[in-house]
Protein backbone atom coordinates (compact mmCIF):
# COMPACT_ATOMS: atom_id res chain seq x y z
CA UNK A 1 0.00 0.00 0.00
CA UNK A 2 0.91 3.45 -0.78
CA UNK A 3 0.79 4.74 2.61
CA UNK A 4 3.03 1.97 3.99
CA UNK A 5 5.74 2.27 1.26
CA UNK A 6 5.84 6.59 2.12
CA UNK A 7 5.96 5.76 5.83
CA UNK A 8 8.62 3.41 5.66
CA UNK A 9 11.04 5.24 3.08
CA UNK A 10 13.44 7.08 5.42
CA UNK A 11 12.01 5.53 8.72
CA UNK A 12 15.15 6.34 10.36
CA UNK A 13 14.91 10.10 11.01
CA UNK A 14 18.24 11.64 11.93
CA UNK A 15 16.63 13.10 14.86
CA UNK A 16 12.94 11.28 15.57
CA UNK A 17 11.55 11.26 19.14
CA UNK A 18 12.39 7.87 21.01
CA UNK A 19 8.53 7.98 22.02
CA UNK A 20 7.36 8.59 18.47
CA UNK A 21 6.04 5.75 16.52
CA UNK A 22 7.73 6.03 13.13
CA UNK A 23 4.81 5.43 11.56
CA UNK A 24 2.57 7.77 12.32
CA UNK A 25 1.51 10.64 10.56
CA UNK A 26 3.32 13.41 12.97
CA UNK A 27 6.44 11.36 12.77
CA UNK A 28 6.57 11.12 8.88
CA UNK A 29 6.16 15.37 8.92
CA UNK A 30 9.47 15.28 11.02
CA UNK A 31 11.04 13.32 8.52
CA UNK A 32 9.77 15.33 5.45
CA UNK A 33 11.01 18.64 7.24
CA UNK A 34 14.33 17.42 7.74
CA UNK A 35 14.26 16.09 3.82
CA UNK A 36 12.58 19.40 2.20
CA UNK A 37 14.16 22.13 4.76
CA UNK A 38 18.52 22.90 4.22
CA UNK A 39 18.86 24.72 7.75
CA UNK A 40 19.80 23.79 10.87
CA UNK A 41 16.95 25.43 12.97
CA UNK A 42 14.45 23.54 15.13
CA UNK A 43 11.62 21.85 13.56
CA UNK A 44 8.10 24.37 14.54
CA UNK A 45 6.22 22.94 17.59
CA UNK A 46 3.64 25.12 15.79
CA UNK A 47 3.44 23.33 12.66
CA UNK A 48 4.25 20.18 14.53
CA UNK A 49 1.05 20.25 16.94
CA UNK A 50 -1.15 20.48 13.66
CA UNK A 51 -0.18 17.30 12.45
CA UNK A 52 -2.93 14.66 12.41
CA UNK A 53 -3.28 12.93 15.39
CA UNK A 54 -3.99 9.40 13.64
CA UNK A 55 -1.86 6.68 14.37
CA UNK A 56 -0.67 4.29 11.99
CA UNK A 57 -3.43 1.61 11.99
CA UNK A 58 -6.21 4.39 11.49
CA UNK A 59 -4.33 6.43 9.15
CA UNK A 60 -3.55 3.51 6.79
CA UNK A 61 -7.31 2.32 6.82
CA UNK A 62 -9.21 5.65 6.28
CA UNK A 63 -6.52 6.54 3.50
CA UNK A 64 -7.80 2.85 1.49
CA UNK A 65 -11.52 4.19 2.14
CA UNK A 66 -11.03 7.46 1.06
CA UNK A 67 -8.94 5.61 -2.06
CA UNK A 68 -12.20 3.75 -2.34
CA UNK A 69 -14.54 6.33 -1.98
CA UNK A 70 -15.96 4.86 1.03
CA UNK A 71 -14.90 7.61 3.64
CA UNK A 72 -18.81 8.57 4.15
CA UNK A 73 -19.54 4.93 5.35
CA UNK A 74 -17.56 6.02 8.52
CA UNK A 75 -17.49 9.82 9.12
CA UNK A 76 -18.56 10.38 12.61
CA UNK A 77 -15.49 7.95 13.27
CA UNK A 78 -13.27 9.37 11.23
CA UNK A 79 -13.95 12.71 12.48
CA UNK A 80 -13.47 12.01 15.96
CA UNK A 81 -10.08 9.90 15.02
CA UNK A 82 -8.98 12.67 12.80
CA UNK A 83 -9.47 15.74 14.80
CA UNK A 84 -12.40 17.10 12.19
CA UNK A 85 -15.19 19.55 12.35
CA UNK A 86 -18.13 17.63 11.43
CA UNK A 87 -21.79 18.20 12.33
CA UNK A 88 -23.56 15.29 13.95
CA UNK A 89 -26.14 13.67 12.17
CA UNK A 90 -29.53 14.86 13.86
CA UNK A 91 -30.87 12.06 16.47
CA UNK A 92 -34.89 11.17 15.38
CA UNK A 93 -37.27 14.24 15.71
CA UNK A 94 -38.51 14.91 19.07
CA UNK A 95 -42.47 14.87 19.55
CA UNK A 96 -44.59 16.09 22.58
CA UNK A 97 -47.86 16.78 22.86
CA UNK A 98 -47.46 19.15 26.23
CA UNK A 99 -46.06 22.59 27.30
CA UNK A 100 -42.13 22.21 27.44
CA UNK A 101 -39.36 24.47 28.69
CA UNK A 102 -36.18 23.40 27.11
CA UNK A 103 -33.09 25.35 29.26
CA UNK A 104 -29.63 24.77 28.38
CA UNK A 105 -30.45 22.37 25.56
CA UNK A 106 -28.62 21.51 22.21
CA UNK A 107 -28.10 19.66 19.09
CA UNK A 108 -31.49 17.91 18.90
CA UNK A 109 -34.39 17.19 16.05
CA UNK A 110 -37.49 19.00 16.60
CA UNK A 111 -38.96 17.90 13.68
CA UNK A 112 -42.94 18.26 13.23
CA UNK A 113 -42.59 19.30 17.21
CA UNK A 114 -45.45 21.02 18.51
CA UNK A 115 -47.55 20.30 15.26
CA UNK A 116 -51.45 20.23 15.44
CA UNK A 117 -51.35 21.72 18.91
CA UNK A 118 -53.93 23.72 20.49
CA UNK A 119 -52.80 26.44 22.58
CA UNK A 120 -49.90 26.01 25.38
CA UNK A 121 -46.68 27.53 25.26
CA UNK A 122 -43.16 25.96 24.37
CA UNK A 123 -40.33 27.81 25.30
CA UNK A 124 -36.61 27.51 24.51
CA UNK A 125 -34.11 29.22 26.93
CA UNK A 126 -30.78 29.32 26.73
CA UNK A 127 -30.84 27.18 23.93
CA UNK A 128 -27.34 25.97 22.72
CA UNK A 129 -25.90 29.15 24.54
CA UNK A 130 -21.63 28.93 24.17
CA UNK A 131 -21.68 26.10 21.73
CA UNK A 132 -19.58 26.23 18.99
CA UNK A 133 -20.92 24.36 16.76
CA UNK A 134 -24.85 23.54 16.80
CA UNK A 135 -26.84 21.47 14.79
CA UNK A 136 -30.28 22.55 15.05
CA UNK A 137 -33.36 21.24 13.20
CA UNK A 138 -37.03 21.97 13.65
CA UNK A 139 -38.51 21.43 10.37
CA UNK A 140 -42.14 21.86 10.53
CA UNK A 141 -42.40 23.14 13.78
CA UNK A 142 -45.92 24.47 15.06
CA UNK A 143 -47.02 23.12 11.79
CA UNK A 144 -51.51 23.51 11.65
CA UNK A 145 -51.26 24.81 15.69
CA UNK A 146 -53.99 26.93 16.98
CA UNK A 147 -53.41 29.41 19.62
CA UNK A 148 -50.25 27.88 20.16
CA UNK A 149 -46.85 30.41 21.73
CA UNK A 150 -43.56 29.33 20.83
CA UNK A 151 -40.60 31.38 22.71
CA UNK A 152 -36.67 31.24 21.79
CA UNK A 153 -34.91 33.65 24.73
CA UNK A 154 -31.26 34.12 24.62
CA UNK A 155 -31.02 31.23 21.58
CA UNK A 156 -27.85 29.88 20.59
CA UNK A 157 -25.90 32.94 22.28
CA UNK A 158 -22.39 33.02 21.75
CA UNK A 159 -22.39 30.17 19.25
CA UNK A 160 -20.23 29.51 16.04
CA UNK A 161 -20.58 27.94 12.82
CA UNK A 162 -24.32 27.24 13.89
CA UNK A 163 -26.61 24.85 11.57
CA UNK A 164 -30.05 26.28 11.85
CA UNK A 165 -33.27 24.81 9.99
CA UNK A 166 -36.82 26.35 10.55
CA UNK A 167 -38.34 24.51 7.46
CA UNK A 168 -42.48 24.94 7.37
CA UNK A 169 -42.47 26.93 10.89
CA UNK A 170 -45.78 27.65 11.52
CA UNK A 171 -47.37 26.73 8.44
CA UNK A 172 -50.99 26.67 8.64
CA UNK A 173 -50.91 27.71 12.10
CA UNK A 174 -53.82 29.52 13.38
CA UNK A 175 -53.24 32.89 16.08
CA UNK A 176 -50.58 32.07 18.43
CA UNK A 177 -47.17 33.58 18.41
CA UNK A 178 -43.87 32.87 17.62
CA UNK A 179 -41.05 35.11 19.77
CA UNK A 180 -37.37 34.77 19.00
CA UNK A 181 -35.79 37.52 21.68
CA UNK A 182 -31.79 37.69 21.42
CA UNK A 183 -31.44 35.24 19.44
CA UNK A 184 -28.22 34.40 18.12
CA UNK A 185 -26.42 37.06 20.04
CA UNK A 186 -23.17 37.65 19.53
CA UNK A 187 -22.48 34.76 17.32
CA UNK A 188 -19.05 34.79 14.83
CA UNK A 189 -19.17 32.95 11.67
CA UNK A 190 -22.62 32.16 12.24
CA UNK A 191 -23.10 29.88 8.81
CA UNK A 192 -26.59 29.51 7.72
CA UNK A 193 -29.62 29.95 9.54
CA UNK A 194 -32.99 28.99 7.49
CA UNK A 195 -36.58 30.11 7.71
CA UNK A 196 -37.95 28.61 4.59
CA UNK A 197 -41.52 28.75 3.93
CA UNK A 198 -41.61 30.03 7.44
CA UNK A 199 -45.57 30.70 8.77
CA UNK A 200 -46.67 30.02 5.06
CA UNK A 201 -50.52 30.09 4.44
CA UNK A 202 -50.76 31.27 8.23
CA UNK A 203 -53.55 33.17 10.14
CA UNK A 204 -53.47 35.89 12.38
CA UNK A 205 -49.75 34.79 13.60
CA UNK A 206 -47.77 36.96 15.01
CA UNK A 207 -43.85 36.69 14.86
CA UNK A 208 -41.16 38.71 16.52
CA UNK A 209 -37.82 39.19 16.26
CA UNK A 210 -36.10 40.76 18.95
CA UNK A 211 -32.56 41.83 18.85
CA UNK A 212 -31.80 39.03 16.89
CA UNK A 213 -28.29 38.23 15.40
CA UNK A 214 -27.20 41.25 17.03
CA UNK A 215 -23.06 41.93 17.35
CA UNK A 216 -22.58 38.66 15.22
CA UNK A 217 -19.81 37.89 12.30
CA UNK A 218 -20.06 36.75 9.17
CA UNK A 219 -23.39 34.45 8.42
CA UNK A 220 -25.94 34.01 6.01
CA UNK A 221 -29.64 34.10 6.98
CA UNK A 222 -32.66 32.99 4.61
CA UNK A 223 -36.01 33.80 5.01
CA UNK A 224 -37.55 32.04 1.87
CA UNK A 225 -41.40 32.16 1.18
CA UNK A 226 -41.80 33.10 4.70
CA UNK A 227 -45.49 34.24 5.52
CA UNK A 228 -46.85 33.59 2.01
CA UNK A 229 -50.44 33.25 1.76
CA UNK A 230 -50.68 34.64 4.89
CA UNK A 231 -53.71 36.21 6.48
CA UNK A 232 -53.52 38.97 8.62
CA UNK A 233 -49.91 38.51 10.11
CA UNK A 234 -47.44 40.41 12.03
CA UNK A 235 -44.07 40.04 11.60
CA UNK A 236 -41.51 42.39 13.63
CA UNK A 237 -37.63 42.62 13.34
CA UNK A 238 -36.81 45.02 15.71
CA UNK A 239 -33.05 45.68 16.44
CA UNK A 240 -32.36 42.84 13.83
CA UNK A 241 -28.54 42.37 13.10
CA UNK A 242 -27.82 45.48 15.10
CA UNK A 243 -23.91 46.29 15.08
CA UNK A 244 -23.41 43.20 13.19
CA UNK A 245 -20.64 42.46 10.38
CA UNK A 246 -20.40 40.98 6.86
CA UNK A 247 -23.94 39.52 7.37
CA UNK A 248 -25.61 38.07 4.30
CA UNK A 249 -29.46 38.55 4.60
CA UNK A 250 -31.76 37.18 2.02
CA UNK A 251 -35.72 37.29 2.43
CA UNK A 252 -36.89 35.41 -1.28
CA UNK A 253 -41.01 35.77 -1.67
CA UNK A 254 -41.32 36.85 1.57
CA UNK A 255 -44.94 37.72 2.86
CA UNK A 256 -45.80 37.04 -1.10
CA UNK A 257 -49.59 36.87 -1.93
CA UNK A 258 -50.52 37.68 2.21
CA UNK A 259 -53.88 39.39 2.67
CA UNK A 260 -55.68 40.97 5.35
CA UNK A 261 -53.39 43.74 6.55
CA UNK A 262 -50.36 41.90 6.86
CA UNK A 263 -48.10 43.90 8.73
CA UNK A 264 -44.39 44.10 8.74
CA UNK A 265 -42.09 45.98 10.65
CA UNK A 266 -38.03 46.45 10.48
CA UNK A 267 -36.70 48.42 13.07
CA UNK A 268 -33.13 49.40 13.63
CA UNK A 269 -32.58 46.87 11.02
CA UNK A 270 -28.71 46.09 10.31
CA UNK A 271 -28.12 49.73 12.31
CA UNK A 272 -24.88 50.50 13.28
CA UNK A 273 -23.07 47.25 11.19
CA UNK A 274 -20.38 46.99 8.61
CA UNK A 275 -20.80 45.55 5.01
CA UNK A 276 -24.27 43.59 5.34
CA UNK A 277 -25.70 42.50 2.43
CA UNK A 278 -29.56 42.30 2.18
CA UNK A 279 -31.26 40.92 -0.64
CA UNK A 280 -35.23 41.30 -0.88
CA UNK A 281 -36.74 39.16 -3.70
CA UNK A 282 -40.33 39.07 -4.58
CA UNK A 283 -40.86 40.94 -1.11
CA UNK A 284 -44.54 41.25 -0.56
CA UNK A 285 -45.37 40.98 -4.35
CA UNK A 286 -49.32 40.09 -5.06
CA UNK A 287 -49.83 41.75 -1.19
CA UNK A 288 -53.41 42.70 -0.01
CA UNK A 289 -53.95 45.78 1.95
CA UNK A 290 -50.42 45.31 3.94
CA UNK A 291 -48.45 47.63 5.74
CA UNK A 292 -44.61 47.44 5.59
CA UNK A 293 -42.31 49.38 7.87
CA UNK A 294 -38.52 50.51 7.24
CA UNK A 295 -37.68 52.78 10.52
CA UNK A 296 -33.84 53.65 10.94
CA UNK A 297 -33.04 50.69 8.39
CA UNK A 298 -29.25 50.54 7.74
CA UNK A 299 -28.94 53.77 9.96
CA UNK A 300 -25.08 54.78 10.66
CA UNK A 301 -24.30 51.48 8.91
CA UNK A 302 -20.66 51.17 6.95
CA UNK A 303 -20.52 49.99 3.09
CA UNK A 304 -23.95 48.82 2.76
CA UNK A 305 -25.88 46.77 0.14
CA UNK A 306 -29.50 46.55 -0.01
CA UNK A 307 -31.41 44.72 -3.15
CA UNK A 308 -35.20 45.06 -3.74
CA UNK A 309 -35.52 43.34 -6.53
CA UNK A 310 -39.47 42.73 -7.55
CA UNK A 311 -40.28 44.45 -4.65
CA UNK A 312 -44.29 44.76 -3.86
CA UNK A 313 -44.95 43.50 -7.48
CA UNK A 314 -48.80 43.22 -8.99
CA UNK A 315 -49.61 44.23 -4.88
CA UNK A 316 -53.22 45.14 -4.31
CA UNK A 317 -55.64 46.91 -2.77
CA UNK A 318 -53.92 49.99 -0.34
CA UNK A 319 -50.77 48.51 0.24
CA UNK A 320 -48.61 50.62 2.16
CA UNK A 321 -44.42 50.55 2.24
CA UNK A 322 -42.69 53.37 4.77
CA UNK A 323 -38.98 53.96 4.38
CA UNK A 324 -38.25 56.32 7.21
CA UNK A 325 -34.80 57.39 8.46
CA UNK A 326 -33.63 54.64 5.71
CA UNK A 327 -30.03 54.20 3.84
CA UNK A 328 -28.46 57.20 5.98
CA UNK A 329 -25.22 55.15 6.14
CA UNK A 330 -21.42 55.65 4.98
CA UNK A 331 -21.49 54.00 2.18
CA UNK A 332 -19.87 53.48 -1.12
CA UNK A 333 -22.40 50.33 -2.17
CA UNK A 334 -25.63 50.06 -3.95
CA UNK A 335 -29.08 50.14 -3.17
CA UNK A 336 -30.81 48.68 -5.92
CA UNK A 337 -34.68 49.03 -6.29
CA UNK A 338 -35.71 47.14 -9.47
CA UNK A 339 -39.17 46.24 -10.63
CA UNK A 340 -40.14 48.37 -7.21
CA UNK A 341 -44.34 48.96 -7.03
CA UNK A 342 -44.77 48.04 -10.32
CA UNK A 343 -47.97 46.94 -11.85
CA UNK A 344 -49.46 47.49 -7.95
CA UNK A 345 -53.17 47.92 -8.81
CA UNK A 346 -55.79 50.31 -6.80
CA UNK A 347 -55.41 53.97 -6.52
CA UNK A 348 -54.92 53.42 -2.32
CA UNK A 349 -50.94 52.19 -2.52
CA UNK A 350 -48.86 53.79 -1.31
CA UNK A 351 -45.02 54.43 -1.08
CA UNK A 352 -42.98 56.51 1.33
CA UNK A 353 -39.28 57.30 1.23
CA UNK A 354 -38.78 59.80 4.30
CA UNK A 355 -35.74 61.17 4.85
CA UNK A 356 -34.05 58.61 3.04
CA UNK A 357 -30.32 59.16 2.04
CA UNK A 358 -27.97 57.40 -0.77
CA UNK A 359 -25.78 58.88 -3.71
CA UNK A 360 -25.67 55.43 -4.85
CA UNK A 361 -29.93 54.26 -5.47
CA UNK A 362 -31.11 53.17 -8.36
CA UNK A 363 -34.56 52.79 -9.29
CA UNK A 364 -35.39 50.91 -12.62
CA UNK A 365 -38.76 50.01 -14.00
CA UNK A 366 -40.56 52.05 -10.87
CA UNK A 367 -43.75 52.72 -10.10
CA UNK A 368 -45.33 55.81 -11.74
CA UNK A 369 -47.73 56.89 -9.27
CA UNK A 370 -48.12 56.63 -5.71
CA UNK A 371 -44.70 57.04 -4.52
CA UNK A 372 -43.82 59.82 -2.50
CA UNK A 373 -40.39 61.09 -2.06
CA UNK A 374 -40.05 63.23 1.45
CA UNK A 375 -36.19 64.96 1.99
CA UNK A 376 -34.84 62.33 -0.40
CA UNK A 377 -31.19 62.82 -0.56
CA UNK A 378 -30.68 61.71 -4.42
CA UNK A 379 -27.43 63.06 -5.89
CA UNK A 380 -25.58 63.96 -2.18
CA UNK A 381 -22.08 63.01 -1.39
CA UNK A 382 -21.72 60.31 0.56
CA UNK A 383 -19.61 61.40 3.75
CA UNK A 384 -16.42 59.76 4.45
CA UNK A 385 -14.59 58.84 7.64
CA UNK A 386 -11.65 60.15 8.63
CA UNK A 387 -9.14 58.19 11.00
CA UNK A 388 -9.60 58.18 15.03
CA UNK A 389 -12.51 57.20 17.22
CA UNK A 390 -15.50 57.76 14.15
CA UNK A 391 -14.39 54.54 12.77
CA UNK A 392 -13.46 52.00 15.36
CA UNK A 393 -17.56 50.85 15.04
CA UNK A 394 -16.13 49.27 11.72
CA UNK A 395 -12.27 48.97 12.64
CA UNK A 396 -11.19 47.40 15.44
CA UNK A 397 -8.12 49.21 17.27
CA UNK A 398 -4.79 48.22 16.92
CA UNK A 399 -5.95 46.04 13.47
CA UNK A 400 -3.53 47.80 11.57
CA UNK A 401 -0.75 50.49 13.01
CA UNK A 402 2.27 51.98 11.14
CA UNK A 403 5.89 50.79 11.22
CA UNK A 404 7.25 53.16 13.20
CA UNK A 405 5.01 51.87 16.51
CA UNK A 406 6.78 48.23 16.43
CA UNK A 407 9.86 50.14 18.68
CA UNK A 408 10.47 49.49 22.31
CA UNK A 409 8.04 51.24 24.94
CA UNK A 410 5.21 52.05 22.41
CA UNK A 411 1.76 51.76 24.14
CA UNK A 412 -0.93 50.71 21.75
CA UNK A 413 -4.19 48.55 21.32
CA UNK A 414 -4.03 45.54 20.64
CA UNK A 415 -6.68 43.63 18.58
CA UNK A 416 -8.70 40.96 19.59
CA UNK A 417 -6.23 38.13 18.09
CA UNK A 418 -8.05 34.81 19.35
CA UNK A 419 -8.43 32.09 16.91
CA UNK A 420 -12.40 31.40 16.46
CA UNK A 421 -12.53 28.46 13.96
CA UNK A 422 -13.36 25.01 15.37
CA UNK A 423 -10.25 23.34 16.24
CA UNK A 424 -8.95 20.84 13.78
CA UNK A 425 -5.91 19.31 12.70
CA UNK A 426 -4.28 18.49 8.97
CA UNK A 427 -5.14 15.24 7.51
CA UNK A 428 -2.38 13.25 6.33
CA UNK A 429 -1.20 13.35 2.77
CA UNK A 430 -2.16 10.11 2.22
CA UNK A 431 -5.51 11.04 2.81
CA UNK A 432 -5.52 14.36 1.52
CA UNK A 433 -4.28 12.86 -1.53
CA UNK A 434 -7.47 10.33 -2.11
CA UNK A 435 -10.10 13.48 -1.41
CA UNK A 436 -11.53 15.72 -3.90
CA UNK A 437 -10.79 19.38 -3.12
CA UNK A 438 -12.63 20.80 -6.27
CA UNK A 439 -15.98 22.92 -6.97
CA UNK A 440 -16.69 20.27 -9.55
CA UNK A 441 -17.14 17.38 -7.30
CA UNK A 442 -18.88 19.65 -4.66
CA UNK A 443 -21.60 16.43 -4.88
CA UNK A 444 -19.10 14.20 -3.76
CA UNK A 445 -17.69 16.25 -1.38
CA UNK A 446 -21.34 16.76 0.23
CA UNK A 447 -21.33 12.83 0.27
CA UNK A 448 -18.32 12.67 2.18
CA UNK A 449 -18.78 14.78 5.16
CA UNK A 450 -22.86 14.19 4.93
CA UNK A 451 -24.00 18.15 3.79
CA UNK A 452 -27.24 18.42 2.72
CA UNK A 453 -28.63 20.41 0.57
CA UNK A 454 -28.09 24.23 1.51
CA UNK A 455 -26.56 23.31 5.17
CA UNK A 456 -24.10 24.78 6.42
CA UNK A 457 -21.49 22.24 5.80
CA UNK A 458 -22.76 22.54 2.17
CA UNK A 459 -21.96 26.52 2.37
CA UNK A 460 -18.67 26.00 4.21
CA UNK A 461 -17.56 23.84 1.42
CA UNK A 462 -18.69 25.93 -0.89
CA UNK A 463 -17.19 29.22 0.60
CA UNK A 464 -13.72 27.69 1.21
CA UNK A 465 -13.23 25.88 -2.53
CA UNK A 466 -14.40 29.34 -4.18
CA UNK A 467 -11.81 31.34 -2.79
CA UNK A 468 -9.00 28.98 -2.98
CA UNK A 469 -10.25 28.92 -6.85
CA UNK A 470 -10.22 32.40 -6.82
CA UNK A 471 -7.94 33.80 -9.64
CA UNK A 472 -4.56 35.60 -7.65
CA UNK A 473 -4.43 38.79 -7.24
CA UNK A 474 -1.54 40.53 -9.47
CA UNK A 475 1.76 39.74 -8.24
CA UNK A 476 0.34 37.12 -5.98
CA UNK A 477 1.50 33.08 -6.05
CA UNK A 478 -1.34 31.23 -4.33
CA UNK A 479 -2.54 28.11 -3.22
CA UNK A 480 -4.63 25.97 -0.39
CA UNK A 481 -3.30 22.95 1.00
CA UNK A 482 -4.58 20.57 3.33
CA UNK A 483 -1.00 18.56 4.66
CA UNK A 484 1.61 20.37 6.66
CA UNK A 485 3.79 18.52 3.43
CA UNK A 486 1.67 20.40 1.09
CA UNK A 487 2.52 23.33 3.13
CA UNK A 488 6.25 23.04 3.60
CA UNK A 489 6.26 22.17 -0.49
CA UNK A 490 4.44 25.49 -0.97
CA UNK A 491 6.70 27.80 0.81
CA UNK A 492 9.72 26.57 -0.24
CA UNK A 493 8.83 26.71 -3.41
CA UNK A 494 8.48 30.50 -3.33
CA UNK A 495 11.14 30.77 -1.04
CA UNK A 496 13.87 28.32 -1.18
CA UNK A 497 14.50 25.40 1.12
CA UNK A 498 16.38 27.68 3.79
CA UNK A 499 13.17 29.00 5.47
CA UNK A 500 11.66 29.52 8.89
CA UNK A 501 7.50 29.25 9.94
CA UNK A 502 7.00 32.56 12.59
CA UNK A 503 3.51 32.60 14.23
CA UNK A 504 2.39 34.58 17.02
CA UNK A 505 2.55 32.80 21.00
CA UNK A 506 -0.90 33.04 21.96
CA UNK A 507 -3.39 35.35 22.10
CA UNK A 508 -2.83 36.93 25.39
CA UNK A 509 -3.18 40.86 25.38
CA UNK A 510 -6.42 40.56 22.56
CA UNK A 511 -8.55 43.46 22.93
CA UNK A 512 -6.96 45.51 25.88
CA UNK A 513 -3.74 48.04 25.10
CA UNK A 514 -0.22 46.60 25.32
CA UNK A 515 3.71 47.85 25.30
CA UNK A 516 5.66 46.61 23.20
CA UNK A 517 8.93 45.21 24.19
CA UNK A 518 12.21 44.07 22.93
CA UNK A 519 12.12 44.37 18.60
CA UNK A 520 13.81 42.28 16.28
CA UNK A 521 13.62 42.62 12.76
CA UNK A 522 13.96 39.20 10.68
CA UNK A 523 16.52 39.29 7.82
CA UNK A 524 17.87 42.79 10.19
CA UNK A 525 14.66 43.92 8.99
CA UNK A 526 15.40 44.42 5.32
CA UNK A 527 12.64 44.56 3.19
CA UNK A 528 12.40 40.82 1.71
CA UNK A 529 9.07 38.27 0.98
CA UNK A 530 7.27 35.92 2.73
CA UNK A 531 4.86 33.28 2.74
CA UNK A 532 1.65 34.52 4.72
CA UNK A 533 -0.98 31.15 5.85
CA UNK A 534 -4.54 31.74 6.84
CA UNK A 535 -6.72 29.36 8.14
CA UNK A 536 -10.02 28.65 5.88
CA UNK A 537 -13.11 27.04 7.55
CA UNK A 538 -13.29 23.28 6.21
CA UNK A 539 -14.30 19.60 7.85
CA UNK A 540 -10.18 19.49 8.22
CA UNK A 541 -7.39 21.86 8.47
CA UNK A 542 -7.28 23.67 5.35
CA UNK A 543 -4.71 26.99 5.12
CA UNK A 544 -5.04 29.63 2.66
CA UNK A 545 -1.27 30.56 1.95
CA UNK A 546 0.26 33.21 -0.76
CA UNK A 547 3.22 34.95 -1.53
CA UNK A 548 3.28 38.33 -0.38
CA UNK A 549 6.11 40.32 -1.57
CA UNK A 550 7.98 43.53 -0.25
CA UNK A 551 7.37 43.44 3.08
CA UNK A 552 9.47 43.45 6.44
CA UNK A 553 8.75 41.10 8.93
CA UNK A 554 9.00 41.67 12.81
CA UNK A 555 8.98 39.88 16.32
CA UNK A 556 8.25 41.37 19.09
CA UNK A 557 7.91 40.96 22.94
CA UNK A 558 4.38 41.71 24.26
CA UNK A 559 4.18 43.47 27.62
CA UNK A 560 1.47 44.15 30.50
CA UNK A 561 1.63 47.84 30.42
CA UNK A 562 1.13 48.57 34.06
CA UNK A 563 3.60 45.07 35.44
CA UNK A 564 5.86 45.26 32.25
CA UNK A 565 5.79 41.38 32.21
CA UNK A 566 6.13 39.98 29.07
CA UNK A 567 2.56 38.01 28.15
CA UNK A 568 2.97 37.01 24.57
CA UNK A 569 5.56 37.37 21.70
CA UNK A 570 4.02 38.57 18.31
CA UNK A 571 4.88 38.65 14.78
CA UNK A 572 3.88 41.59 12.57
CA UNK A 573 4.22 42.20 9.14
CA UNK A 574 4.58 45.45 7.65
CA UNK A 575 3.22 45.53 3.85
CA UNK A 576 5.28 48.66 2.00
CA UNK A 577 3.64 48.41 -1.39
CA UNK A 578 -0.38 49.20 -1.16
CA UNK A 579 -0.50 50.54 -4.40
CA UNK A 580 -2.88 48.07 -5.31
CA UNK A 581 -5.27 48.07 -2.03
CA UNK A 582 -9.01 49.51 -2.07
CA UNK A 583 -9.29 52.66 -1.09
CA UNK A 584 -12.00 51.56 1.62
CA UNK A 585 -9.73 48.94 2.71
CA UNK A 586 -9.95 49.46 6.97
CA UNK A 587 -6.15 50.14 6.85
CA UNK A 588 -6.92 53.63 5.15
CA UNK A 589 -9.81 54.19 7.18
CA UNK A 590 -8.59 54.04 9.88
CA UNK A 591 -5.20 55.50 9.65
CA UNK A 592 -6.30 58.06 6.79
CA UNK A 593 -4.61 58.10 4.02
CA UNK A 594 -5.20 56.33 0.86
CA UNK A 595 -3.55 53.19 -1.33
CA UNK A 596 0.49 53.53 -2.36
CA UNK A 597 0.92 56.64 0.19
CA UNK A 598 1.82 54.41 3.41
CA UNK A 599 2.74 50.97 4.38
CA UNK A 600 0.14 49.14 6.55
CA UNK A 601 1.19 46.68 9.60
CA UNK A 602 -0.48 44.04 10.97
CA UNK A 603 -0.04 41.05 13.70
CA UNK A 604 -0.02 37.90 12.55
CA UNK A 605 -3.29 36.51 14.59
CA UNK A 606 -3.32 33.21 16.69
CA UNK A 607 -3.24 30.27 14.50
CA UNK A 608 -2.15 31.68 11.22
CA UNK A 609 1.36 32.01 9.96
CA UNK A 610 4.11 33.36 8.40
CA UNK A 611 6.74 31.52 6.51
CA UNK A 612 10.53 33.53 5.28
CA UNK A 613 14.17 32.91 4.41
CA UNK A 614 15.87 31.83 7.58
CA UNK A 615 17.27 34.50 9.33
CA UNK A 616 20.52 32.79 10.79
CA UNK A 617 22.38 35.88 12.13
CA UNK A 618 20.60 34.83 15.59
Not at 362 to 385: H, L, M, Q, R
Not at 422 to 442: A, E, G, H, M, Q
Request: proline share 4%.
Amino acid sequence: MQVELELAAGAVGDDMNAKENPFTPKAYLMRYWDKTIHNSLPKSPFLLSKASPLDAVDSSRFAKLAKQGTLSTTLPSFCSSANLFCFPDLSPSNRDDTDSDFAVYNNKNFTNYGSGKVGGVDSFKNYSNGEPVPNLSFHRYSGESTSHNDKFNSYSSQGQFINQRFDKYGSSASDGAGDFSTYNPDNNDLGISQFTTYSNQGNRRAQSFSTYSNKGNAGKESFSSYGNNGEGARNEFKAYLHDTNAMETHFKSYSEAAHGGANDTFKSYGADGAFPIEFFKSYGNGGNAGVESFKEYNLNTFIASDYFKTYAENSKASQKVNFAAYGTSISARPHDFTRYGQNAKGHQNQIDFKTYGSAYTKFKDYAKSGVTFANYTEGTPVPKPSSGSSVNRWVEPGKFFRESMLKNGTLMPMPDIRDRMPRRSFLPRCIVSNLPFTSSKLNQLKEIFHASDNSTMESIIKDALSDCERAPSKGETKRCVGSAEDMIDFATSVLGNNVALHTTENAKGSKQDIMIGTVKGINGGEVTKSVSCHQSLYPYLVYYCHSVPEVRVYEADILEPKTMAKINHGVAICHLDTSSWSATHGAFLTLGSSPGRIEVCHWIFENDLTWTIADLRG
